[in-house]
């Protein structure tokens, strides 16, 4: 008995509130920038820690969206979300992509 009284007011409260507009869900990630640092903290200026054109190829190729990037040696591991096909989860896959 005390259990359909709990339903019926939740459910109450739940016909009361106002559904999220589907725009607010849609909206773009915002673009995170990154910066290498050599081993001593400085920032590199050799241009070696761009990954800005690696990301670029990294998405362009997936169709993700991302999640991070890190220099590693001569590439970048660009890591992205890549949406399931039909009811599927979402994958989270790395990408190693050269400089």
Known sequence: MASSLII??????????????AAAFAQPLPVVQVQAQGNN?????????????????????SGGTLLSVRPSGGQCLVTVL????????PRKETIPVPR
Do not use: E, H, T
Not at 8 to 21: K, N, Q, T
Not at 41 to 61: E, H, I, N, T
């Open 82 to 89: 890549i949406p399931g096909k039909g009811n599927a989860r």
């Open 41 to 61: 903290g400085k920032s590199r200026s050799d241009g070696g820690g761009d990954c800005r054109a690696a990301v670029s190829r990294a998405l362009q190729q």
């Open 8 to 21: 019926a007011s939740i459910a109450a409260g739940l016909a009361g509130s106002p559904m999220p507009d």
